[in-house]
Nanobody, 121 residues
Framework: QVQLAESGGGLAQPGGSLRLSCIAS????????MGWYRQAPGKQRELVAE???????DYIDSVKGRFTISRDNAKNTVDLQMNSLKPEDTAVYYC???????????????WGQGTQVTVSS
């Protein structure tokens, strides 16, 4: 089974920074993408940032220039550096992996448990 473990959430002041990390463990044959989603109370889950197997990145408009996604292939990790945080960034952040577990597998989507990010003074 593939498992994702997130870390790095917490409380930050407006204008502050946090770094989220996600490590994937288990059998992974082919990596397609990893990303960070977030869900605020009463809102739908939304894609924040994504990085693909050719290191192409994409960001939601509201975080462009403030957040940076990166990955370490050797360690199966993806990080999200969040700078200039705003109260509207407050949400539970989820790590997502799209991968094939075996050479004969189709791609599957895996989710972490989520980590709370709160931006408040």
């Amino acid at each position: 089974q593939v498992q994702l473990a997130e870390s790095g959430g917490g409380l930050a002041q407006p204008g502050g920074s946090l770094r989220l990390s996600c490590i994937a463990s288990g059998s992974i044959f082919k990596f397609y993408s990893m990303g960070w989603y977030r869900q605020a109370p009463g809102k739908q889950r939304e894609l924040v940032a994504e990085i693909t197997n050719n290191d192409s990145t994409d960001y939601i408009d509201s975080v462009k220039g403030r957040f940076t996604i990166s990955r370490d292939n050797a360690k199966n990790t993806v990080d999200l550096q969040m700078n200039s945080l705003k109260p509207e960034d407050t949400a539970v952040y989820y790590c997502q992996l799209v991968a094939a577990r075996y050479w004969y597998s189709t791609r599957d989507t895996f989710w972490g448990q989520g980590t709370q990010v709160t931006v408040s003074s």
